[in-house]
């Protein structure tokens, strides 16, 4: 098992990754660090265009809309899911979605010299698209290939290159980099690349093999792509259980979410990912990772420091993602999500007394100070928040 691991699966884990969830996480965290310039884009695209400098409050209209498509996108993409990979399949369609990054990809990159800002806008809501569809291709297709016993292990993977993506984000962003005025357009295209190369790649690799079972019915080439991906062997008890589920499958009808929670056996699993996503929704994560700029300046960091601090958040994430994917086997997912969210909530408490000090004594610089300090270690306390969104990646996930 050790030598498969370390070949074929590993391939077929990295070249999903960075095709995959690391495109979600990229994305999410890139657009902070040229912020102003976008900003400064959409003013001089105005003027250009209509002979007069917009508004304040058109200017940040147009910038949290480049801003939230990509989230809208990412939604209509998680809603295609089930139909894109039924009739395409798990590689055919991740595929699919990564040529249409690599398209979305030119259009970001003349938004500039076009003086387009709609044209950025729906890259943006495009790119959202891929990402929504790509993550969830990534993690069904790691869990429809992968030994049950390493599961879970495999599975958590999808976090630890979402995380790293929201890292390389932030890395790529920095002034030394990409992050300069002329270059913001070319930064927004970066993880594209790993799209291209997964095109190149992924043709070689064999479909999931319980998709090749159970929604094609092809027997042998399920058993020859679980020889690919595990090494030699006849596999008759895997493609025993695949068999058992295809007669389960068969005779059911495919269940809405209403159907679900009418069901007593199922009722309690979907309202556990209901509040485990909704909660970490909520947190604030996406205000931080997306708006990051603007928080820690407003935190009185420096604004040539900012960049560099941020790097904090995204290095926070990886490391917690990758201690969770050595204890969730071990400690359990129970445990780490009251670890994490445990943390999140006295962070978050934390947080609000210091700014209710802030606004009730804000002549009083040490309130300012200690506020001040508290975002420094924003890095350090989201290590929470990562941890549950690590084990949220590592639970089974319904088509419905």
Same mark, same amino acid.
């Given at each position: ?102 398209? @979305? ?197 420096? @604004?040539?420091?900012?960049?560099? @601090? ?91």
């Amino acid at each position: 098992m050790t030598r498969v691991l370390w070949n074929i699966p590993l391939v077929l884990i990295v070249v999903l990754g960075f095709a995959g969830s690391y495109q979600t996480g990229f994305h999410l965290t890139v657009i902070s660090s040229p912020s102003p310039y976008i900003q400064s884009f959409i003013n001089s695209s105005w003027t250009y265009r209509y002979g007069e400098y917009p508004g304040e409050k058109t200017v940040t209209l147009i910038w949290s809309a480049v801003v939230s498509l990509f989230a809208v996108g990412g939604l209509v993409g998680s809603m295609t899911v089930r139909c894109v990979t039924s009739h395409l399949g798990r590689k055919t369609a991740m595929l699919f979605n990564s040529g249409l990054a690599v398209v @979305v990809t030119i259009f970001m990159y003349i938004s500039r010299p076009t003086n387009s800002f709609e044209l950025l806008m729906f890259s943006r809501f495009l790119f959202g698209f891929t990402s929504g569809l790509g993550g969830n291709i990534h993690t069904l297709y790691l869990g429809e290939s992968s030994p049950k016993k390493i599961r879970g292990m495999v599975i958590l993977t999808t976090a630890t290159f979402l995380f790293f993506g929201k890292l390389s984000g932030q890395f790529v962003g920095l002034r030394e980099i990409l992050g300069r005025e002329e270059w913001w357009n070319i930064l927004l295209c970066v993880p594209t690349c790993f799209c291209a190369v997964q095109m190149v790649i992924l043709p070689f690799l064999p479909d999931a093999p319980r998709y090749i079972l159970i929604e094609k019915g092809n027997k042998e080439e399920c058993r020859k792509a679980l020889q690919f991906l595990w090494g030699p062997g006849e596999y008759k008890m895997e493609i025993e259980e695949m068999l058992a589920e295809q007669a389960v499958i068969q005779g059911e009808h495919s269940k809405s979410l209403l159907d679900m929670l009418r069901v007593k056996h199922l009722r309690w699993q979907v309202l556990s990912l209901l509040v485990i996503c909704g909660c970490i929704q909520f947190s604030g994560i996406t205000a931080i990772t997306s708006f990051s700029f603007n928080i820690f300046l407003e935190a009185g960091i420096p @604004v040539d420091k900012i960049r560099h @601090v941020t790097l904090g958040v995204g290095t926070s994430e990886v490391i917690t993602s990758i201690i969770c994917s050595f204890l969730i086997e071990s400690v359990g997912r129970r445990v780490l999500l009251w670890i994490g969210f445990g943390g999140m909530s006295v962070i978050m408490a934390l947080i609000t007394v210091t700014l209710y000090l802030k606004v009730s004594l804000h002549h009083i610089t040490a309130v300012s100070s200690h506020r001040t300090d508290l975002y420094h270690h924003v890095p350090v306390s989201s290590a929470g928040l990562k941890l549950c969104n690590s084990i949220h990646h590592s639970f089974p996930h319904f088509s419905f």
